[in-house]
């Protein structure tokens, strides 16, 4: 019997093994829906590259904002921990204001956002890497705050990307190596689509890394389904090398739907805002991307901020399945299931299109 105890052994070890050859790196969920990865035990075989990127829709710390961190602690936007300490990619949000060179207190209702410089502390403390300045906020205090809010920014480890009246070089960040680099586009739309210079600087992204996102702030305020300008404007990106496409600015979580076979998020909602006046403003979605040289996925993080106004937290299990049943049923019927579970594999949305238009077709 200790014989064949041991032979048992061996063979199930030399299972698991084999299973862990054929499989390096098993995404896993924690309790809050944050992504890790197990990596493989064989130490004989090539590390597995990977580019983890978590994305927040817009984030504005003036107005009232400003007044609950004077009141409850400059903090108190992100004690909620929607970033996990674990968290050890890049944190991209949409920071919505000005951080100019002589703070004043932004009245109530007043829409020209003046952040105070020791609030920028708070975000990388969050964990955020990189901040989209590619809005219609991000020259509220003309050219001067603009330039500050970048200084500022880049003082303390922040990269300010993107730029609200054009698209160029500093519209691009690149994210991970060889493989799995990453290329995200800081895009506004609300003024002009520039498709010259997208076109231009699309390409660039395309030929300098492997997978393209693009970072847009767009369409209508409140609306929970896009308009046919802002699909065309999608799809002129996606036909020029973008692989993914993450949108902001209509304060609600828009549908998510695919085009030839890429995703399309068209809206995240607000992350950190002083809207309180539905349950549509006061939920968001944070995605979380993984890029692997096995394939890519996005991961969906609904968040709330009805219970602690202004200050984001990930939802209870019964109002995630809640809020991603109603977000599945607003979106491409392709990604139904991916979407109620809370992930999309963009391999398979791919193939799934594909089929689709091929039963069409029949």
């Not at 060179?101 to 009245?107: E, L």
């Not at 970048?150 to 060889?178: C, M, R």
Request: net charge negative; proline share 5%; hydrophobic share 40%.
């Amino acid at each position: 019997m200790p014989m064949l105890s041991s032979i048992v052994a061996l063979y199930i070890g030399f299972i698991m093994q084999f299973v862990e050859w054929l499989h390096p790196a098993i995404p896993l969920h924690d309790d809050y829906g944050t992504l890790s990865v197990v990596e493989g035990a064989d130490a004989g075989m090539p590390p597995l590259t990977k580019s983890t990127i978590l994305f927040t829709g817009d984030i504005m710390l003036a107005r009232h904002v400003e007044e609950h961190m004077k009141t409850k602690g400059v903090s108190y936007p992100f004690l909620g921990d929607v970033v996990p300490n674990s968290w050890e990619g890049s944190v991209i949000g949409n920071f919505e204001g000005t951080v100019p060179v002589v703070h004043r207190k932004t009245p109530n209702f007043a829409t020209h956002f003046s952040v105070a410089s020791t609030a920028l502390s708070e975000l990388v403390s969050a964990g955020f890497t990189h901040v989209s300045l590619a809005n219609n906020h991000a020259f509220d205090y003309g050219v001067d705050g603009f330039d500050n809010t970048k200084e500022s920014l880049q003082a303390l480890g922040i990269t300010p990307f993107g730029d609200p009246h054009s698209v160029n070089e500093s519209s691009i960040i690149y994210i991970g190596e060889g493989t799995t680099r990453v290329a995200v586009i800081a895009i506004h739309t609300l003024y002009d689509f520039k498709e010259e210079e997208l076109a231009e600087i699309l390409a660039t992204a395309s030929r300098d890394s492997e997978y393209q996102i693009a970072y847009v702030h767009w369409g209508t305020e409140y609306e929970k389904i896009p308009t046919a300008e802002v699909r065309a404007q999608a799809t002129y990106l996606l036909h020029r090398g973008v692989d993914l496409i993450v949108g902001h600015h209509p304060h609600v979580v828009q549908s998510i739907e695919t085009i030839d076979g890429k995703v399309v998020v068209y809206s995240l909602g607000n992350y950190i805002f002083d809207q309180y006046f539905s349950r549509d403003v006061m939920q968001g979605l944070v995605v979380a991307f993984t890029l692997t040289n096995e394939g890519s996925s996005l991961q969906l993080l609904p968040v709330t901020t009805e219970a602690t106004p202004a200050q984001p937290r990930h939802m209870s299990e019964i109002n995630r399945g809640t809020f991603l049943t109603e977000l599945a049923s607003i979106s491409d019927p392709v990604l139904k299931q991916d979407i109620t579970r809370g992930e999309i594999d963009l391999n398979s949305a791919q193939l799934a299109s594909s089929t689709e238009r091929v039963m069409m077709v029949q």
